[in-house]
């Protein structure tokens, strides 16, 4: 018990220690010109021992500076002396936008307690004035730039900051492009600049030429002073019109340091040029307005080719000059397809650098082609007159086309190339497709049927070979059904007009395979068929059988029927047997 | 890349007025029915002169459609293509790819019709020669070649039948329009799978509404307003 007593004792002036933490905001409502300052205030009976707590961060405001300060109090209270010890931390913000926004509640541990101050919401309004700047930053008197504890104090900033503009040349030609540099002077701590605009005059077309990305300062001495200097900007300007020409006014905000930052606005000083006309004496015929200092060269891809190949030529333009004022050259008419140029740029503001023109080439005869000369000229600065570049003339092999040439391009996919130009023709014929053509189909229709009468000219040789005994056959019924047809017909109607088709068509059968001719009688074509060699036998029965149809062409008594049958079986046997004999014409 | 085209607009502003005039002459052949490939073309570059690339190409198209083997449409539509926007989406291919491609487009319709003829032509012969050749001798030689015939001419046919088809029923189209959005179904409201533009190339593969399934050359697909797109055989014809 005496043990805890005792404890007790000693921790009570813990246990009976005061401490109140309290935060607060200059002003609930700002504009973006004024500064919020949030102060955490502790307040304690005994001595406060933490470690500073670090700036809050929340919307629509850049913290900026902090201070802290600590101050203690004694006063006699009766017969009791009571000291206050107060620790208060200021911070500082920037407003960044209009808006509302809170500031989170802090929590600030002393000894091993945490305490908490509540959340604070703060608004943003448009400032009435000029919102950025900020040379008389609207602060509460007594703790704002009057302050004279404040590191900013508007009484402590010195120095100076301007921007000054040095033409590259203060004469230039018409045309000619001129470089301003744009330089920061200052004796402050600059540590970063913003460009916020440019006011142009007339007289000239301008380009970015170079824009820094950081402040790169260099010393100087400006006027006796010895100043901090860098580029923040170089324009280049093209005039367009002579006499004087003022450069365009740069604006900007310095952000400057003095223990805090502070944004100043800076302008550039005017700055003139003199532009000079261009000469008007021997102005060359095709000058097209160039005004610089270049250097010409031109290449041919190749110098053989063939017919409906293409050949690429390319004029090089480099130096220093107004690349985007003047017109390409242009080859003179010739026999050849040549296209209008194509511009690959490696310019650097559209002013320094090099110019590639393509000219693509399609020659469209065969032989030697004379590429002609092509011709530029420009006004050159550098010596104050006028210059001219005269490209050789090239010969050009062109041969026949072939295949391979079509094919030519694979090779040539890398390099660089232009539209190709159109092409000549008096008349465009409508396209015909071959398959909706008729003689096509005829011709295909003629090969097929060519190849099927062959086939079958083969297959009857074929047979001949194999059986030739039914391929007499086969001839004889051919025969039969050619020059016999009619007999047959009357043999099988059991017609007596039997003999006389029979022997009609015999006799033709054998006029035409052994080329006897008609006019002969039965007696002088079977004498004829002696001589060809026909076996007697065989001539004997085409006499008895041409005999039997004498007979019964004159004969009253008509043949029974089985004996015209047989008599017609005959007729077949002797057609056989001459098939079986071939064509001995 | 920023001068090219300030030259590039430099010179359609000059080549304009002389590039309106041709095309009135060469619209009008085509309006009167007129299908030649050098017709085709030479619209092509008018187009080109006058700054519409997508209208550029599908004439270029439309001139390889009716002879593949036009090397000026065909290098001119290269050439378009590699100053597109979306010249990053056309496949690449090998070298051997490209000779096989290189050898089926010179091979137009009519030079692989007239191809096909002659194979028709010799493999005739050749079986007119197998059947009529000595039977004591071997078959062998004769038989190879027929074979060889026969093979190059179904081959042709094939191509042949290929080629007609696809020039009959191309389904290439060209984004006329300078940004189009390609969408996921044929509907405004859905959502955009990609953005294209003018001159790129596509293949249609459905039409419906107003809308087109269109397939891009990397291979993905999506819905497109027919309005943006002309097709290089035009519907109907």
Not at chain 1, 187 to 215: C, H, I
Not at chain 1, 429 to 444: A, G, M, R, S
Not at chain 2, 144 to 167: D, E, N, P, W
Request: net charge positive; with cysteine; proline share 5%.
């Amino acid at each position: 018990m005496k043990r805890y007593l005792l404890l007790t004792v000693m921790l009570l002036p813990i246990i009976l220690m005061a401490i109140s933490v309290t935060a607060s905001v200059n002003k609930n409502r700002l504009s973006l010109a004024d500064r919020l300052e949030y102060s955490l205030a502790i307040k304690s009976d005994s001595s406060i021992s933490i470690s500073e707590p670090s700036p809050p961060s929340f919307k629509l405001f850049s913290f900026v500076n902090m201070r802290s300060s600590s101050r203690s109090s004694t006063t006699l209270n009766g017969f009791k002396l009571e000291t206050q010890h107060l620790r208060s931390y200021i911070y500082y913000y920037i407003p960044q936008k209009e808006g509302i926004t809170t500031i989170p509640a802090q929590e600030i541990k002393i000894g091993n307690k945490v305490y908490s101050t509540p959340a604070i919401t703060v608004t943003v309004v448009a400032s009435a004035s000029n919102p950025s700047s900020q040379s008389s930053p609207a602060i509460a008197p007594g703790f704002g730039f009057d302050d004279p504890d404040l590191p900013w104090s508007a009484s402590r900033i010195t120095g100076s900051t301007m921007i000054r503009a040095y033409p590259e040349r203060q004469k230039v030609y018409k045309g000619q492009p001129a470089v301003v540099s744009y330089y920061l002077y200052t004796d402050q701590m600059v540590r970063s600049f913003n460009l916020e605009g440019e006011k142009d005059f007339p007289g000239y077309g301008k380009a970015d030429y170079e824009s820094p990305t950081m402040l790169k300062y260099e010393t100087v001495n400006q006027g006796g002073q010895r100043l901090q200097r860098a580029l923040i900007k170089r324009i280049m300007l093209l005039p367009n019109e002579t006499g004087e020409l003022q450069a365009p006014l740069v604006q900007g905000r310095a952000r400057i340091y003095e223990f805090g930052y502070l944004n100043q606005k800076v302008n550039s000083v005017s700055a003139w040029l003199e532009v000079l006309p261009l000469p008007k004496d021997n102005v060359p015929k095709n000058f097209s307005g160039a005004v610089g200092s270049f250097e010409l060269s031109d290449n041919l891809s190749t110098e053989s080719i063939s017919l409906g190949e293409a050949i690429t030529y390319s004029l090089r333009i480099a130096g220093q000059g107004n690349f985007n004022q003047f017109a390409h050259p242009q080859f003179p008419e010739s026999s050849a397809q040549i296209s209008s140029p194509m511009a690959i740029d490696r310019l650097n503001a559209g002013v320094e650098g090099s110019r590639t023109l393509y000219y693509t080439i399609i020659p469209t005869e065969k032989g030697s082609f004379t590429l002609p000369s092509v011709s530029f000229s420009w006004f050159d600065t550098d010596r104050g007159v006028y210059q001219s570049y005269t490209s050789q003339q090239r010969e050009i092999q062109v041969k026949s086309a072939t295949v391979a040439s079509y094919f030519s391009s694979l090779l040539e996919s890398g390099k660089p190339q232009s539209i190709r130009p159109m092409l000549f023709r008096h008349n465009y014929p409508t396209y015909h497709n071959c398959l909706k053509q008729v003689w096509y189909w005829l011709v295909i229709a003629i090969i097929l049927a060519g190849t099927i009468f062959s086939a079958y000219l083969v297959w009857l040789k074929n047979k001949k070979h194999r059986d030739p005994e039914q391929y007499n056959q086969m001839m004889a019924d051919r025969a039969l059904r050619k020059y016999l047809e009619e007999a047959s017909e009357a043999a099988k109607s059991l017609s007596q007009e039997f003999y006389t088709l029979a022997q009609n068509g015999l006799m033709n059968y054998l006029s035409e395979k052994y080329g006897i001719s008609l006019r002969f009688s039965s007696p002088e074509k079977i004498a004829e068929l002696q001589q060809k060699k026909i076996p007697d036998a065989l001539i004997t029965d085409l006499t008895s059988f041409l005999e039997l149809c004498e007979r019964q062409r004159f004969s009253p008594e008509k043949r029974d029927a089985a004996s015209l049958m047989q008599d017609y079986h005959q007729l077949r046997r002797i057609v056989l047997a001459f098939s079986k004999k071939g064509n001995t014409k | 890349m920023k001068a090219i085209w300030t030259i590039l607009i430099l010179s359609i502003l000059i080549f304009s007025p002389l590039a309106a005039s041709e095309y009135d002459e060469l619209k009008d052949l085509e309006d009167q029915g007129i299908q030649n490939a050098d017709l085709y073309y030479n619209l092509g570059v008018t187009y080109w002169q006058l700054g519409q690339s997508g209208m550029a190409n599908l004439y270029f198209l439309r001139a390889l459609n009716l002879d593949s083997a036009h090397k000026p449409a065909k290098e001119n539509l290269n050439y378009v293509i590699s100053l597109s926007q979306d010249r990053e989406l056309y496949p690449q291919h090998l070298f051997l790819l490209r000779i096989f491609w290189e050898a089926y487009d010179y091979m137009n319709l009519n030079r692989t019709a007239i191809l096909t003829l002659v194979l028709l032509l010799i493999s005739a012969l050749s079986l007119f020669w197998l059947l009529h050749y000595d039977r004591e001798k071997e078959l062998e030689l004769p038989s190879l070649v027929l074979g060889i015939c026969l093979f190059l001419l179904l081959s042709s046919s094939t191509i042949l039948g290929v080629k007609a088809y696809r020039q009959a029923h191309n389904k290439k189209a060209v984004l006329i329009q300078n940004v189009a959005e390609l969408r996921t179904t044929a509907d405004y409201k859905a959502n955009r799978v990609a953005v294209i533009h003018e001159a790129l190339i596509l293949i249609v593969e459905e039409s419906k509404l107003g809308w087109s399934l269109v397939r891009l050359p990397d291979g993905s697909s999506g819905w497109l307003e027919d309005a943006d797109l002309k097709r290089v055989m035009p519907l109907g014809r």
